[in-house]
């Protein structure tokens, strides 16, 4: 089921030092990963836990099993136990705190509160328990089915320092908060996990990514896994406050924050889109299910692998002009994050991005794009450079990693024999690291949940192609860097 990881070095990299130049291969050694078994009282628990006649409802027209399978009859290893975060705070007090980043200067923070007349007021400053500053911005709500959510809240804060701790207060109530700001100028190091969820394995993701410091968090769609069961919206919230609160979280939308219900809810993501807005208009977009931002010399460009993306589609027409007002002189680093993957080995999702790849592929070659990470399938996978289903030098190196811990399990089975595009498969949950050190190089690693401790299993790596000489020819000059295999 697995293959070797290749890389330029096997040594865990100095982020203080330059990157090493020889070229040398190694690859780190495999375990099998352990699995916890079903627990048999899962769906006892969480019907007690949620509102019964939603979701008996939502069962009813959509039934969605706890192992799902595929029309080719691959089944989904089981998950850990689906894990209820409880509301324990008064109706006054903010819960589901996060924040996300509002251009370069800016934070917005999101919450939300039981109490109708909670103020949309962040107080915040650099000093614990002294707020010298204070904004104020808006509430909404929204309604499903019998379902109401509570007030959610967003202030965007700022002038902000980079690299700086600030603590602050929502609805000047309910405990202090605090968040690092991410570095001006580079080294910058991302997070990236895709279908979270929310069950044992999102724990252990969440802690193993908290025992090492980081930036910014990047999740390439299926938060939650609620599936129109609106409460789990709310514990999913909860869980991950302890995380969001304290570290820009940007993400895309999957397909389990869709949440269509034909004729009364035809237009989907009404969830999503209340309770994690990200900031699309400063980049252009109409859309927040697709946007742009820069941090630290690094475009990054969150596409929505389901809304419109065909060449006559508003998304086809913000990022054929977003890619153009890119200055790589400037911005040496541009990464792509999607749900369905454009490329993939797995069983599992087969063919699912192929429309979008072959509507949107060639725009994010000819713009150098470096990295593309996906979700969707429920394992790791790194593939070499790719354009057009070759190899290709001047291509993005693409990812999968949906591997965060949704309530579905692992997609468990490759397809044999693997392709020489893909470098390294692997069915476990995990987490991922881009540390981005200069304008040049930066290295990528994939850290294996190995039940208390992350395992670093694959790393690499990678050159910006803003730097290669050869990649800065036209598109019609790069026929002799195609590596067909």
């Excluded at 009859?73 to 996300?100: C, D, K, M, W, Y």
């Excluded at 000047?172 to 991410?182: D, L, R, V």
């Excluded at 693409?398 to 020489?420: C, H, M, Q």
Aim: hydrophobic content about 35%; aromatic content about 12%; proline content about 7%.
């Amino acid at each position: 089921m697995y293959s070797l990881s290749h890389c330029v070095s096997c040594a865990t990299p100095s982020y203080n030092s330059s990157p090493p130049t020889p070229k040398t291969s190694c690859s780190y050694k495999l375990h099998e990963p352990t699995i916890p078994s079903q627990k048999k009282k899962m769906i006892g628990k969480y019907r007690k836990t949620l509102m019964v006649f939603p979701i008996l409802l939502h069962f009813l027209l959509f039934p969605q099993p706890l192992l799902s399978q595929d029309n080719n009859n691959f089944v989904r290893q089981p998950a850990g136990q689906l894990i209820i975060t409880p509301h324990q705070r008064s109706n006054s007090e903010p819960q589901q705190v996060h924040i996300s980043l509002v251009g370069k200067e800016k934070m917005r923070v999101s919450w939300i509160t039981e109490e109708k007349q909670a103020e949309s007021v962040v107080e915040y400053g650099t000093k614990s328990g002294e707020y010298s500053a204070k904004a104020t911005g808006e509430h909404t709500s929204y309604q499903y089915f019998f379902y109401t959510s509570g007030q959610i809240h967003n202030v965007v804060i700022g002038p902000l320092q980079p690299s700086t701790t600030y603590y602050y207060r929502c609805s000047a109530s309910g405990p202090e908060f605090s968040f690092k700001t991410p570095p001006p100028n580079l080294p910058i190091q991302f997070v990236i996990v895709g279908d979270l969820g929310q069950t044992e394995w999102t724990a252990s993701t969440l802690k193993h990514v908290d025992s090492s410091d980081y930036d910014v968090f990047l999740l390439p769609g299926d938060l939650s896994y609620a599936d129109s069961q609106q409460p789990l919206w709310d514990s999913f919230g909860r869980l991950v406050e302890p995380y969001a609160s304290k570290r820009p979280w940007m993400v895309t939308e999957g397909n389990h924050e869709i949440e269509i219900f034909p004729i009364i809810y035809p237009k989907g993501f009404e969830a999503y889109n209340a309770r994690w807005p990200m900031p699309f208009q400063q980049s252009a977009s109409t859309s927040n299910l697709y946007y742009s931002f820069e941090v630290a010399a690094t475009h990054v460009i969150m596409l929505g692998s389901y809304t419109d993306f065909d060449h006559q589609s508003d998304q086809y027409t913000w990022l054929q002009s977003d890619l153009a007002n890119i200055d790589r002189a400037k911005t040496p680093w541009v990464i792509v994050l999607l749900h369905a993957p454009w490329y993939n080995t797995n069983e599992a999702h087969q063919g699912e991005g192929e429309s979008m790849r072959q509507a949107m592929e060639e725009l994010l070659y000819n713009a150098r794009v470096d990295l593309v990470f996906a979700g969707h399938v429920h394992a790791y996978e790194r593939f070499t450079r790719i354009y057009d289903n070759k190899a290709d030098s001047c291509g993005p190196m693409y990812v999968t990693i949906g591997d965060g811990g949704n309530r579905e399990g692992l997609a468990l089975t490759f397809k044999n024999p693997p392709s020489p595009l893909s470098l390294y498969r692997e069915s476990s949950f995990g987490h991922g690291r881009l540390r981005i050190l200069n304008e040049t190089h930066a290295h990528w690693s994939w850290h294996r949940n190995n039940d208390s401790d992350a395992v670093v299993a694959d790393g690499v790596w990678i050159e910006s192609l803003s730097s290669s000489k050869a990649c800065s020819k036209i598109p019609e000059q790069q026929d002799a860097a195609h590596e067909e295999l």
